[in-house]
Every structure is written in structure tokens, then in C-alpha cells.
């Protein structure tokens, strides 16, 4: 079923919906607590993967689309036979009419139950009715009708059981609502404690901040002993002596761009962080001279960031075991050539490694070509180096080691990769 997901998620992104990895695995955990009944999978997939109501109609066809059954329907009184016993036609067509109490014409009697597998096995023959077509309601089935009726009774439902303070309609006023929370305790809050609103208030902050840091790093000029002097460090040098300019503050050459090379962890504890940092790193590319971006589980993939999402470009298991020190042994061994003594190497995860083989002597090769190694880890310092934590392996061959459990320090750790 994790396989269909994935694939079922990536026609939605086809058909424009920008769906992220986070919300991937969310579609996964509710339809394992809610099963693959027809009704309540369309429900829990809708909830995860539709953020917007402008997106619900192309949700709802490319679901029908999907998990259609590949049956032809027949009609009533046409072909070898109409009714249980009637050859081929009676196991294909007539089959469902048969088991849910049909008579010989094809028509249910008024008292029947309908059948649950009426709805599951939908042909794409025949797509179900939606508001814009022309076919009208009374050709229709009960069994046929009975789904829409649920979903619009659940929808009214979850409408009048809604919170006051969060917004019933689209993305729009939720994004209202997400401008209203304080950026400076954001900043600070920790992301695995961030509500939806706060975390949708996140992802537009990073973009903010990452457009501040891009155009602060292209103003920044080396510090110098002799040379011109830089009239606004001065004056900031002198305000702690009373305005007296006693030491001259000079400038000279603005200093190189390095390379970045970021290898982030995607994995249920850490998918949110990685999410952020990119979504950081998407409006502060331009500080950088080249960027090369990879997610892993427990092989690398390069990606890209587009529309605020993070797009693999390769197959990945969300689902492995995280294997940091293979992955390290596969940037050294197939994307060497992105590293080199003007690039520096940011890690972001948890360190966890499963208790695998930590492989720290393919971080201490990559170290030795890189300009500097930055590690951010995604969890509270009071957790390192406990259980399954193999940073103790790697802490020798990192320039930097911080900890990166929220937005603030996420920037504080691309700073330091930009000043390497």
C-alpha cells in the first residue's frame, strides 16, 4: 500500500498539487489507523493532502482515476445474460448486481442494503457523477449516491464542529492567520511543538529570512588591517566608548562565495526541520556560489525545492531505516567531484544512525576536500550521544556541531556555513 501512495501522490503532483514529504507521511499514518475502506480512505487522503478547496476537484478525479476497479460494467438486458445465471456477463456485470440482492432487470428492490464494493470498484469506464457534468441524479443508483451524500454530510460536520480561531474557508485566510503569529517567538519555538498554523506561519518566515540573509551576504566586505576605511563599523565600534572613535574599523576585498553542498535527513523525526532549511535556503541560494541539494533516508537523492515543497528527484524509502554512514560512502564515492576546497558540506539530522555501521571515516575523506563540515542537529542537546546517537563518531570531523531544533537556529547554521 506504500508503494500506491507514493504513486498516488506523485499524480497528484502531476496534476499541480503541491504536496511535501511531511504530508506524504502523513497520508501514510492516516490510512493506517483509518484502513483502506473506500469512504474513509477518500476522507483521510483529503484531510492530508488537500490544502486548498480549489484543489479538491482535481483531487477527487485523479482519486477516481486511481483507484478505479479495471471491470467494464455491463447494462441490464444486454450481452448473454442479465441474470446470476448468466455466463460471462452475470460473473463481470451482473456479479455486483447479483451479490447486493438484485433482481433479474438489473435494479435493486427499494429495501436492499447496498454493497460497499459498489463504491470500491468504481470503473474508469464509467467516472463517477460530479456537480459539472450533465448526467442527472435520477440514473443513478442508491449505492451510487450514497458516498457523495456522506462525504457532503462529513464536510458539514467538520464546518460547524470548527474552532473559531481557525478559518473554515482555503488557503487564503489560513495564511491571514498564519501573518498574525508573533515572527519573534517563532523564531524560537521549537518546530516539533509548532501547530499547523504556526508551522505554515514558519515556512513563510524562512522565505523572509532567506531573502534578508541573500542580500546581507552579498554586503559583506573582509575586515582589514590597512586599507579604506568602513565608516559604519567604526561608528558601531564607538558607541560602547561614549561615541570616541578610538580604533578605525577598515575593509577591503568583499570575500568569495563558497559552495554548499546540504545532505538533509527526511525521516519522520526530522522532516520538518529539513523543510525549513530549504525553504530558507530556496530565497538565499544567491550567497552561495553553487548548491547542491540531497535528501536521504538511508541513500542519498538529490532534490530540488519548488512551490515551497521539497521535489526528490530519484526514488526514496521514507519508510528504511535511516543509514547516515552509507550515505556518507555514497556522496564519496558518486558526487566526490561537488566537494572540493571552496565548498563546505552542511549535514542536518539527528545523528541516529540505528545502531549500523556510523562509517566516520567517509566524513573525515569528505572533510579533508572540503573547505569546512557543518553538522546541525535536529534534537535537544540533551539527547546526543544517547541510544542509537553515533555524533560522538562524527563530532571529530566537524568544524561546527549545533543544535538546530528551530527556525532561528536552523539560519544560524546556513550563516555558518556561509563564513567557512
Known amino acids: 500500500m506504500r508503494a500506491q501512495l507514493v504513486e498516488f501522490v506523485q499524480q497528484l503532483r502531476e496534476a499541480g498539487l503541491r504536496i511535501s514529504v511531511a504530508e506524504t507521511l502523513d497520508a501514510m499514518a492516516a490510512v493506517a489507523v483509518v484502513g483502506i475502506d473506500p469512504v474513509r480512505l477518500r476522507e483521510s487522503l483529503s484531510a492530508t493532502l488537500v ?13 477516481d482515476a486511481y483507484f478505479a476497479a479495471p471491470a467494464t460494467p455491463t447494462r441490464p438486458g444486454r450481452g448473454r445474460g442479465t441474470g446470476p445465471a448468466g455466463g460471462e456477463s452475470a460473473g463481470r456485470g451482473g456479479g455486483r448486481a447479483g451479490a447486493s440482492g438484485a433482481t433479474a432487470g438489473g435494479k435493486p428492490p427499494p429495501d436492499a442494503e447496498p454493497s460497499p464494493d459498489r463504491h470500491a470498484g468504481r470503473s474508469s469506464a464509467a467516472p463517477p457523477v460530479r456537480p459539472e457534468t450533465t448526467t442527472s441524479r435520477r440514473g443513478r443508483t442508491p449505492a451510487e449516491r450514497r458516498p457523495r451524500a456522506e462525504s457532503t454530510a462529513r464536510e458539514s460536520d467538520r464546518e460547524s464542529k470548527t474552532p473559531a480561531h481557525l478559518p473554515a474557508a482555503g488557503g487564503a485566510d489560513r495564511l491571514r492567520a498564519a501573518r498574525a503569529i508573533d515572527p519573534r517567538a517563532l523564531v524560537r519555538r521549537p518546530l516539533a511543538e509548532m501547530t499547523p498554523d504556526e508551522l505554515d506561519a514558519a515556512r513563510e518566515l524562512a522565505r523572509e529570512l532567506g531573502r534578508r540573509f541573500a542580500a546581507r551576504a552579498g554586503r559583506r566586505w573582509r575586515r582589514e588591517r590597512t586599507g579604506r576605511i568602513d565608516v559604519r563599523r567604526t561608528i558601531r565600534a564607538s558607541i560602547g566608548r561614549g561615541g570616541a572613535m578610538f580604533r578605525l574599523e577598515r575593509r577591503g576585498r568583499r570575500p ?25 535556503l530556496g530565497a538565499a541560494d544567491t550567497a552561495f556560489r553553487r548548491v547542491s541539494r540531497f535528501i536521504y533516508v538511508d541513500r542519498a537523492v538529490p532534490a530540488s525545492f519548488e512551490g515551497g515543497h521539497v521535489v526528490p528527484e530519484g526514488e526514496i524509502d521514507l519508510w528504511a531505516r535511516s543509514d547516515l554512514g552509507r550515505v556518507l560512502c555514497e556522496v564519496e564515492a558518486r558526487h ?34 572540503a573547505r569546512g563540515v557543518v553538522f546541525a542537529v535536529a534534537e535537544p542537546r540533551v539527547r546526543w550521544n544517547t541510544g542509537d546517537s553515533a555524533l560522538a563518531a562524527y563530532a571529530p570531523h566537524c568544524d561546527l556541531l549545533l543544535e538546530a531544533v528551530s527556525l532561528g537556529e536552523l539560519l544560524r547554521a546556513l550563516r555558518a556555513a556561509a563564513v567557512r
Open 51 to 63: 490544502k486548498d478547496e480549489l484543489d479538491r476537484a482535481t483531487f477527487e478525479r485523479t482519486f
Open 336 to 369: 566526490a567531484a561537488l566537494v572540493d576546497r571552496s565548498t563546505v558540506l552542511l549535514l542536518l539530522g539527528d545523528g541516529r544512525n540505528n545502531r549500523l555501521a556510523h562509517r566516520a571515516d567517509a566524513l573525515a575523506r569528505l572533510r579533508h576536500r
Open 256 to 280: 568569495g562565495r563558497p559552495g554548499l553542498v546540504v545532505l538533509c535527513d527526511v525521516s519522520g523525526s526530522v522532516s520538518r526541520a529539513t523543510e525549513i532549511l530549504l525553504s530558507i
